[in-house]
């Protein structure tokens, strides 16, 4: 299973662009890379997910370069509603084997 | 659209009870699952299934027992509850089992064990 890697906290202001880079150097051809997005006293939410290059919602974009053992997930212009926990999971064989780590919490101020 | 509703929301047991969390979800998905979060952790895994009358094992199972008898309802069982279960728990469902798409969460139940 490919492990990630990434940062415990961030902090951010509101209108900023925040980016959060999760390391996977151990990521295997068929992985996905998806993110999810948790608030206090909540389940997490599905951000956006995958493969390689890039892509993008209307929440926000994912970038995986060529190598695809990193990716950032981008958020334009937070706000103080993005204050939350970002999950970076990587896996292909099925959810009974992905991992939820400590994820990044992220704080923006106004 | 309900999504995946748990309850109860709160509980509050004492050591050796046993009770029951329910789940249910109104997408017809045929993965469901049952996470615990502790404070300052991520998700573990307890329980899983892949269809209904199909269950198996995730990280964390002991002290929990699940059945799949409808694709609707995936309830989690403490049989014998113990402080160590004190937790938030998650339900989640998706339309396959494999990693690919959304996976849906409901809002928590969150336990506690005297």
């Known amino acids: 299973l490919a492990k990630t890697t990434q940062p415990i906290s961030m902090d951010s202001y509101e209108g900023q662009e925040v980016n959060i880079t999760c390391s996977h150097n151990?990521?295997?051809?068929?992985?996905?890379i998806t993110w999810y997005q948790q608030f206090p006293s909540q389940g997490p939410r599905f951000i956006i997910q995958?493969?390689?290059t890039k892509v993008t919602n209307e929440v926000a974009s994912l970038f995986i370069p060529a190598d695809r053992k990193s990716s950032t997930l981008s958020l334009p212009r937070v706000s103080l509603s993005d204050t939350a926990v970002y999950y970076c999971?990587?896996?292909?064989?099925?959810?009974?084997?992905?991992?939820f780590g400590k994820g990044t919490m992220l704080l923006v101020s106004p | 659209n309900a999504g995946v509703t748990q309850t109860p929301k709160f509980q509050v047991l004492k050591t050796g009870q046993s009770m029951t969390l329910q789940c249910a979800q109104d997408?017809?998905?045929?993965?469901m699952s049952w996470y615990r979060q502790d404070p300052g952790m991520g998700l573990r895994l307890i329980h899983y299934?892949?269809?209904?009358?199909?269950?198996d094992q995730g990280e964390v199972p002991n002290g929990y027992n699940v059945s799949r008898s409808t694709t609707e309802d995936f309830p989690l069982r403490l049989l014998s509850a113990a402080p160590s279960q004190t937790s938030v728990y998650f339900c989640?469902?998706?339309?396959?089992?494999?990693?690919?798409?959304?996976?849906?969460f409901g809002e928590g139940s969150r336990l506690t064990v005297l």
């Open positions: 989640a469902s998706s339309y396959s089992s494999g990693s690919t798409g959304e996976l849906f």
């Open positions: 151990n990521i295997a051809t068929n992985d996905y």
């Open positions: 995958g493969y390689k």
């Open positions: 999971l990587v896996g292909e064989t099925g959810y009974s084997t992905l991992t």
């Open positions: 997408m017809n998905h045929e993965y």
């Open positions: 299934s892949v269809g209904a009358g199909i269950t």
